[in-house]
């Protein structure tokens, strides 16, 4: 039994379908939330583990299952965008002219509170991440489809 909380019906769906994502991209081999169960108590005794033998731990010293889900999914997107390697995923290439035309078309993301701007050669990493981003939800999207 699982003890992760959701706060709607479309939030539980939506951890569903980057749980199943992530299992197509062989980050995980099991996307049941009982197997999120399983590796939050695996990630907590490795914490305690290391915490026992005077280790640094980033992060939190234990995470409840709902905080767990909440790390794991983040994790999952950044490795996503981040072109990890291991991930079984064939990314669409991302051109300069795509680049440019998301710089163009999002410049409040990459203006400062005093209005200047960061140019489009400081932004190109960002850009292409926040494409990736794109990307990623897209396939997320897919998946709620089918799920409905």
């Given at each position: 039994?699982?003890?992760?909380?959701?706060?709607?019906?479309?939030?539980?769906?939506?951890?569903?379908?980057?749980?199943?994502?992530?299992?197509?991209?062989?980050?995980?081999?099991?996307?049941?939330?009982?197997?999120?169960?399983?590796?939050?108590?695996?990630?907590?005794?490795?914490?305690?583990?290391?915490?026992?033998?005077?280790?640094?731990?980033?992060?939190?010293?234990?995470?409840?299952?709902?905080?767990?889900?909440?790390?794991?999914?983040?994790?999952?997107?950044?490795?996503?965008?981040?072109?990890?390697?291991?991930?079984?995923?064939?990314?669409?290439?991302?051109?300069?002219?795509?680049?440019k035309e998301y710089y163009k078309l999002?410049?409040?993301?990459?203006?400062?509170y005093n209005g200047d701007r960061f140019r489009?050669?400081?932004?190109?990493?960002?850009?292409?991440?926040?494409?990736?981003?794109?990307?990623?939800?897209?396939?997320?999207?897919?998946?709620?489809?089918?799920?409905?």
């Amino acid at each position: 039994m699982n003890t992760i909380f959701f706060t709607s019906e479309k939030e539980e769906k939506y951890a569903k379908a980057c749980l199943a994502f992530a299992e197509q991209l062989g980050l995980i081999d099991d996307s049941s939330l009982d197997a999120v169960v399983s590796r939050c108590e695996n990630e907590n005794a490795k914490r305690k583990t290391a915490l026992d033998n005077g280790e640094i731990v980033y992060g939190l010293k234990l995470f409840t299952p709902t905080a767990y889900l909440d790390w794991e999914l983040t994790r999952f997107k950044l490795d996503f965008v981040s072109e990890q390697k291991g991930i079984k995923y064939s990314y669409k290439p991302i051109e300069k002219p795509q680049l440019k035309e998301y710089y163009k078309l999002n410049k409040d993301l990459f203006t400062r509170y005093n209005g200047d701007r960061f140019r489009f050669k400081e932004s190109r990493d960002v850009v292409y991440k926040k494409i990736r981003e794109e990307e990623y939800e897209n396939e997320i999207n897919n998946i709620l489809r089918k799920l409905s």
